[in-house]
């Protein structure tokens, strides 16, 4: 199994502001995922981050609104910038083990 | 395009009744298939999966899927539903090659005592 860790939980932020999501994994892992579940919706990947190289984004996701750093094979942040509240979601950080996909407990964001 | 389709929005059963939850997916290869559960407040927890072999998985909590290839679904059942059950439901699938997880639109289950 893989434990994840997420931080913040939650956070209530004002729209045009940023906020930097942690994840951290016990153990080292090659490729990190970020997903976004928008209220009431299904998940969607946002982004896959691989250790010393740039992130992949999914169609509709951009670099400039999520970026994301990757400095180790434990640690991986996704920032979501300049907020406004169609950003408000619940973003999950996921890894793979062993063809198995863990998923860390969320990060709420509310944005007003 | 790979799709997952879950057509149940919404399910309510009675505690003790008998449970399916429907999953169809769209994709060209054999694919690695997946039911997750989200209660609220909590994550993303895997129920069981199906990546080739017995098309009859067994997962926790006393849940079980059947991959049937002719029909392109993988259903999950229990026999006999408790109230600590009634969450989020998602199926999901991933190519072989590639870890990225495309999920269905997902079943909220509840059950009356």
């Known amino acids: 199994s893989a434990v994840i860790s997420q931080k913040p939980s939650r956070d209530i932020c004002q729209r045009g502001t940023s906020l930097t999501i942690q994840c951290q994994v016990d153990s080292q892992v090659t490729m990190m995922f970020w997903y976004r579940q928008q209220p009431g919706q299904s998940l969607t990947l946002i982004a896959t981050?691989?250790?010393?190289?740039?992130?992949?984004?999914e169609s509709g996701f951009v670099i400039d609104k999520f970026p994301i750093s990757r400095p180790n094979l434990t640690f991986s942040t996704l920032t979501v910038s300049n907020m406004s509240p169609e950003d408000s979601s619940i973003y999950l950080c996921?890894?793979?083990?062993?063809?198995?996909?863990?998923f860390g407990p969320g990060t709420r964001l509310t944005v007003l | 395009a790979q799709s997952v389709t879950q057509p149940d929005i919404h399910i309510t059963v009675s505690e003790g009744a008998s449970l399916e939850l429907r999953c169809n997916y769209s994709?060209?290869?054999?694919?690695?298939l997946f039911w997750y559960v989200q209660s609220p407040g909590q994550g993303l927890q895997l129920l069981l999966k199906?990546?080739?072999?017995?098309?009859l998985v067994q997962g926790i909590k006393g849940f079980e899927a059947e991959f049937k290839r002719s029909q392109s679904s993988f259903n999950l059942r229990k026999p006999s539903v408790h109230w600590s059950d009634a969450a989020e439901y998602f199926c999901?699938?991933?190519?072989?090659?590639?870890?990225?997880?495309?999920f269905g639109a997902g079943t909220r289950l509840a059950v009356h005592p």
């Open positions: 996921s890894v793979v083990r062993d063809n198995e996909q863990f």
């Open positions: 199906y990546f080739s072999g017995d098309t």
């Open positions: 981050a691989n250790q010393g190289s740039e992130a992949t984004y």
């Open positions: 999901a699938v991933k190519s072989g090659g590639y870890n990225k997880l495309i």
């Open positions: 994709y060209g290869a054999t694919p690695y």
